[in-house]
Each structure stands twice: as C-alpha cells, then as structure tokens.
C-alpha cells in the first residue's frame, strides 16, 4: 500500500545515542505497525459508515413514495399537484392568469381498463385538448402513445372540442381508460404511434409501474372538429404531463395471514382490493378473496355455505331475507357510496361534438327513463286518439303557451310543434345558441338484483314532487317580448304515476301484442328491473355494471371516449342506474338530481356525507327493514331537507353469521371486518372514487357489532390453540396478513385489555370491545348472547404484544435515520481523530 509513503512524524530530535541501525529498525517496524493499524482503522470506519447507511437507506427504499413522483418528463409543464383525490393537477404557463390547467382523477393507484376523468380549464374555446396515453421511455417531444386495438376496443389519441362556457372557465371533463400491461410475464406490448403520426405505427410500448412507466398527455392544439390534424409536438408552452400508476398486480401480503372467502354486492367491487392492499401488512392482516356479483347469489352462497362472510347493499330486499330466514346473522354497516343515474352525453355544434358532464334530473324525469316513456326530450306528436306531445316530459302545461314568445299558432300542430322546446330536458339543460342538445335518449339498465335498482325504485315512489325553476321567454306587454325570466315550475307529472303506468307510443314496451300486464304495477322498491325488451338498441338489460357502461359508450359514444352521434345533428344521451363506484370506474358521469328540498344536487364526497346524516337506525321487528341496518327518509316532511344532500346514500353491509365459529375463524372475520370498517372510516383521499367516509354514527354501531355478533365456539381442556369465553367471545390468535379490506389493527373481542389503538388512517378502535351499554340498540332474533372473557392474570394478552409491537414500529423508521446519519459522522470522526490528536499534542 502506498498511503502512507513520504508521512514523516514531526516531533523533538532524537536522544545522542539512539541512533543505531537496530534501533532505527526497530521504530521503522514500529512505525510501519501503527501505520498500518491506522490504515486498518481507516478503513473499517469507512466501512462501517458506508455499509451502515447503505443499509438503512435500502431499507428506506422500500418505503412507498407518492406516486405521483414519477419518472419526469422534460418537456412538459412543471410537475403536477396532488388534487387531494388520488388525482393530480398542472398547469401550462401562461404570461396573464389564469392558465390553462389540466386535473386528472384518479392517477395514481389505478387499475387494469379504469376510466381517468381529464377536466381542462381556460383553454381557447376554439382549441381542442389532446388526450393521450403515452410511454415515459419514448420521445420527450414525440412520444409513442396507444393507437391501436386493445381489450375488445380501438384506442387512440382524441381532440376534445373545448366547450366554449366563459362562466365556468370553459370547463371541458371528458374520461379515457389506463390499461396495466407490464413487461414481465410476457405480456404484448399497446399497440403504439408516435403521436405526432409524423412516423406512423412504431413499436408497442408496455405500461405500469418501476421499469416500465407511462403518462398520460394532454396538448392544447388549435382548431376543432375535422380541421384538427395530430396536433403539435409535446412542449412545456403547450402540453401537461402527468404520471399514472397501477395498484400493484400482487398484494404482496403475507403469506402468513389467514384468509377469508367472501361475495359481495358491485357496490364493492372497488373497494376490498384498495383496502386489502391498504391494510394488509397491518398487525390484524386478513387476505379477503372476494367475487363480485349479484346479490341473489351473494345471499345464496352465504346460505349455502360457500363464504365466510357476504356483502349486500340490499338489505330490505324481501326475498333475499326470506332466503336468510331460519339462519342465524346479523347486519354491520361497511361502506357508503351512491345510487347514481349515470350518463354519456353529447351536444353538438355543426361537425363538431362535445362531451356533456352535467345533466339535472328529476325523479318524474329518471321515471320516464326507466319505463322508456321518455325516449326524446322534444317528444313526439301523436294525431292518435288526439292530437298530443308524446314520449316526453313536456311542461306546457302547466306553462301557458299563450305568454310564451312565439308559442301561440293558429293551428293546434303548428302551436305543438312550438310547445315541443319547452320540455324538462331541455329546459333545466340549457345550451348556448347554435349548440343542439342530445336528442334521442336511451336507458341500460340492470337486470339482476342489485341496491342501485331497488333504491332508485324506492326514491321515485317516495320522493317529493317539488316545483323547479326554470328560463323562459315570456311575453311582456306592451312590448311583448322580454329577456328570458325565471318561472317556478310544477311539474303535471309525477314519480310515482309515471313508473307505475305502462308507456303509450314506446318503441320499446310492450314486446309483443296483446300487451301484457305492466311490469310495475304497485309503486315499492324493486330489486330487479324486469326486461322491457330484448332487441332495442336503445334500451337494454344487463347483468353487470361492467356491461351497462359497455352498451351505454358503445350506443351514445360509438364504444369510443367520444360522443359519435349518427350523424353530426343527431347528439345522443345513454342513462343506466348503478352504484357511484361503478359508475366512476367506467368513466361514466353522474346526473346532478333533485332532492327533497327541491335543490339539483351532484354527487360529491360531501353531498354523500351530508344524504348520510339523513339515515336513521331501522326500528326493531320491521320485517322491509332489518335490524342492523339504516333507513333513508326520501319525503320531504322528514328529515331529509338539506339542500346540499344527495338523496340516494348507498350502505354496503356484511351479513356475518352469529352462530358460535372456531375461534381462529372468529378472530380472522373479526379483524377482517374491523379493518374494512377502520378504512371506510378513513379520509376520504384514501378511498376509492366512488365512496365517502362511513359516518361516525355508523362506524362506531359496525365497531360494536363487529364485538357483539361475532362469536366463537368455547375451548374445554388446556387446549393450545386460541381461547375464547364461555360465551363465544373470541381470544387472540397471532394473526397477521392482508385483507381485501380493512386497514388499521384492533384487539379481538374478550382480550381484557384497556385503552383505544390508533388505526393507520387516523381512526381509532377501542382495544376492547366495546360494552353493551355503549352500542345502539340492534336487535336480532338469532343473535346469540355474548360476553367478555376474562384472561388469566399470569397471562400477557397477546393483543397487548401487538399494541406495543405497534407502538415501537412508529419509532423505527426516526431510529433508523438517526442511526445512519450517526454513522455518516462518526466514521468520518474516526478517520480524522488521530490527526485531531497530534494537533492536540
């Protein structure tokens, strides 16, 4: 080693007469010794501090940063903000605000064929946004993006006309898909050109996460219509670029979690796996293998045995509790979501379509959809049995034709062909002049039991006829015209008659002649929504929301992201009845309904939040609503006026068994529930779109329901696996892994520990359960009385091992920072200290 070649110590001279060979041999091998014990020092404190923070950095690689730090795009406008909802927004700059600016919800978490809903906002309203899927790992100005056949569908880079709306920013919304393809396990590349389309096809490009990352691009490009060509090159003066993620393809839970079989209602399609991966690692861990289907079968694999636990969101269903009759259950409340009137819609202007993303609806209205009385917002004129405007919902009346502008005819057909404009459609979904509303409209609905049909049912048959303002142009003497003025409207029609009398004129009831009887005779809540017809392309049945979103974007958009009429004057609007997750997964847009209070409401996280207060606790032995579960009151002299409610919350519950278990079933079920009732309760940035946080009243009744309704079989003898009370209240088993739901940890039921555990998004479990005086009243009349069983003194309750497991875990990673930063100093310190030393000396 050459180190330490030329080092002379400084120091006094030598003694007279030390100076001998020996002893200049002798303090040369000395010298060369400590020479190379320093050397030996150096190095291992150099080794000791880089290997340490190596290790510590490496661990702290496997920490999941956001996701929206992505691989970063040069080209591109600065990087995006989180929007607060899984989502991210950026903005083009511009020399004078505001800017042109970009959201994309959700972009982060996303999984295989999921709709990303693009909003722009100050765009031209003579330009049109690009919209693109593109490779990170191509191009920065000319990126390979999807073009090409993929999943059953055509996919390519579209121009979205910009909606010229000076009042809202010239707000455009429109939803494109994300598909996962990751370059492991063989997968085929997406189909890809550049998107320019200056080479054309070039070659596929895989899309997902770590190696192979993708984004998705969003171009301010001049012109509408035909006249758009592919647009200009991707620069920072003119484009947004947002990274997109994919949920990962394996959990990654621990193979030592135990695991739960269940089924469960669409309503929660989307939200077990979010919350398994949310909560899976967690200390309480359960893997969920859950299949979405109808809630017939949900009921009747629970009955039969198939599931440890099912989840509905039709409870009231009468024939579903007459299937769980003579069988021991219970209710607890899950997760909160929407019945929604989904839609597809498009206004058009010459050649050039837009996309819709706001329509109101009143509950008269969503019932002419769903009968196919309403197949045209104008209508139609019938000269037969009288003249007359059918298949629409026209409001003259209760309007006067004689103080409309223009109304008044000298013959009945011209005068109804003047009346035709003044319809509830049109009139509470203005557009501007030259712009041609949707004029053909279609429903897809369900044809399976579902909540979404039996509550949307339900609301038309109890909710109230409330007058609605809308514009007119009225005439005002002596002048005889006026500017347009608002009126208050009563509509003639209402909910409940309309969806209880068979259409006249429909094109698609009856099926056959002589008609049969209607299929909705009384006005109640109807699970399944019989099949009016089996060919209409503009009316159909489905089995699954999947299948709704594919007939309603294959009639209204042409199967594309688009509207894509049958011609360029003939815009079309498609409606389905399903859950808000559902509908939000699919890129479909909610219609904004009236509530009780007569207002038009959207479906938000807060207006969800603000329809949930409205629930209260079904009273005890109701046989059309059950113990354990929540009514909505949709009349107007109950408790349902908030003007920002949403007026059809949507509950998912578990139905559980509460007949005694095995004591490691009780506890897996237990903590599967706790922790998807512990992540329902969470922020609602956690939860996926579609969903609000569970309202605290109902997470602490599921807290208590969860302790009271789950029981296990007693354990006799010193047996060495779990305990439990006499009773069924289960003991605690070492149970960690993941669930398909849940997050946070909470002791099992019966531990006998005290205090409250803090679950991972801010919610917080009790360690114990909670008493009988603490829940809300529930009754069940096979519910199985429980109790709390007592753990031996001499006994450490393993939950009390978990709970400081946890409460260490949260130091671990400032330790280990604080320990590499330690050694980042110290091993430094140890190389210099002799030098420090001799200085010193």
């Known amino acids: ?331 607890i409340p899950v997760a909160l979501s929407g019945t929604v009137v989904s839609f597809l819609a498009g206004d058009s202007l010459g050649p050039v379509s837009y996309p819709v993303a706001t329509y109101k609806l009143t509950p008269n209205m969503v019932a002419g959809l769903i009968t196919s009385l309403y197949q045209f917002p104008a209508g139609t004129i019938e000269f037969e049995p009288k003249e007359e405007i059918a298949l629409a919902d026209n409001l003259v009346p209760p309007l006067s034709c004689a103080n409309l502008v223009g109304c008044k005819a000298r013959n009945k057909v011209d005068e109804l062909e003047n009346e035709q404009p003044y319809n509830s459609f049109d009139l509470l979904n203005p557009v501007t002049e030259g712009v041609t509303a949707p004029v053909d409209l279609g429903t897809f609905l369900s044809n399976v039991p579902s909540g979404a ?10 909710a109230p006829n409330d007058p609605f303002n809308v514009q007119v142009n009225e005439v005002t003497p002596p002048a005889g015209q006026s500017n347009p003025v608002t009126v208050s409207i009563q509509d003639p029609n209402s909910a409940s008659t309309t969806f209880t009398t068979a259409p006249l004129g429909s094109s698609i009831w009856p099926p056959y002649t002589p008609p049969p009887p209607w299929v909705f005779p009384t006005c109640q809540g109807y699970a399944t929504l019989p099949a009016l017809s089996g060919t209409a392309a503009n009316f159909s049945e489905s089995q699954s929301p999947a299948l709704q979103a594919k007939y309603m974007r294959g009639w209204s958009y042409g199967g594309g992201s688009l509207p894509s009429p049958p011609d360029s004057q003939t815009p079309l609007a498609a409606f389905g009845v399903m859950d808000s997750s559902e509908a939000a997964f699919y890129g479909l847009n909610d219609a904004t309904l009236q509530n009780a209070s007569g207002d038009f409401v959207p479906l938000t996280t807060t207006s969800l939040e603000d329809g949930a207060d409205d629930l209260t606790p079904c009273p005890t032995d109701l046989l059309s609503c059950p113990a354990g579960t929540y009514a909505m009151n949709y009349d107007s002299t109950s408790l349902a006026t908030d003007p920002s409610a949403y007026p059809m919350p949507n509950v998912t519950y578990a139905v559980v068994p509460t007949d005694p278990q095995p004591a490691s079933t009780a506890t897996a079920e237990k903590d599967l529930l706790t922790n998807l009732v512990n992540f329902s309760y969470s922020d609602a940035s956690q939860l996926p779109a579609g969903y609000a946080p569970l309202p605290k009243s109902l997470y602490e009744a599921a807290v208590n329901d969860i302790a009271d309704d789950l029981v296990a079989e007693p354990v006799t003898g010193n047996s060495s696996g779990s305990g439990s009370s006499s009773t069924g209240g289960s003991s605690p088993t070492s149970s960690t892994g993941s669930s398909s739901s849940g997050t946070g940890s909470s002791t099992a039921s019966g531990q006998g520990a005290t205090g409250a555990e803090a679950g991972p998004f801010g919610s917080v479990l009790p360690a114990t359960a909670p008493s009988a005086s603490s829940s809300p009243s529930k009754s069940n009349s096979s519910r199985e009385p429980t109790a709390t069983a007592a753990l031996s003194s001499s006994t450490t309750p393993l939950g009390s091992i978990r709970l400081a497991l946890d409460n260490a875990a949260r130091y671990l990673l400032p330790g280990l920072l604080a320990l590499a930063g330690a050694c980042l100093l110290i091993g430094p310190a140890m190389l210099l200290w002799p030098a420090i030393r001799r200085r010193r000396r």
């Open 1 to 331: 080693m050459s180190w330490g070649k030329g080092l002379r110590r400084v120091g006094a001279p030598a003694a007279a007469g030390q100076s001998s060979a020996t002893d200049e041999d002798r303090r040369g091998t000395a010298h060369r010794a400590r020479r190379s014990t320093r050397h030996i020092r150096r190095r291992l404190a150099l080794g000791l501090s880089l290997v340490t923070a190596l290790a510590v950095f490496g661990v702290l690689g496997g920490v999941p940063w956001s996701p929206l730090e992505g691989p970063a795009s040069s080209g591109a406008a600065p990087v995006c903000q989180s929007d607060g909802n899984l989502g991210c927004t950026g903005t083009i700059p511009c020399p004078t605000a505001p800017c042109p600016s970009v959201d994309v919800t959700p972009a982060t978490g996303l999984r295989d064929g999921q709709y990303m809903f693009i909003t722009s906002q100050n765009f031209p309203s003579t330009d049109s946004m690009r919209v693109a899927v593109c490779s990170t790992n191509s191009s920065q100005t000319d990126p390979s993006c999807l073009n090409g056949d993929w999943e059953e569908d055509t996919w390519y880079p579209i121009s979205v006309p910009i909606t010229d709306d000076p009042t809202q920013g010239n707000e455009t919304t429109v939803s494109y898909p994300a598909f996962d393809d990751p370059s492991e396990s063989g997968n085929t590349p997406l189909p890809a050109h550049d998107i320019t389309n200056e080479v054309g096809s070039v070659p596929g490009f895989f899309c997902g996460d770590a190696a192979d990352p993708c984004e998705i691009v969003i171009t301010d490009e001049s012109g509408q219509g035909n006249s758009v060509g592919n647009g200009p090159p991707v620069s920072s003066s003119n484009s947004v670029i947002i990274p997109i993620t994919f949920a990962a393809e394996s959990n990654g839970c621990p193979a030592s979690d135990p695991t739960v079989d269940t089924d469960s209602s669409f309503s929660l399609e989307h939200f077990l796996p979010v919350a398994v991966d949310a909560t899976c690692t967690g200390s309480n861990g359960v893997i969920g293998l859950n299949t979405a289907t109808d809630n017939d079968t949900v009921i009747s694999d629970f009955v039969n045995g198939g599931d440890d636990i099912s989840f509905v969101d039709n409870p009231s269903d009468v024939s579903e509790l007459a299937t769980l009759a003579g069988h021991s259950y219970a209710f």
């Open 453 to 462: 049909s039996y509550q949307v049912t339900d609301w038309l048959c109890n």
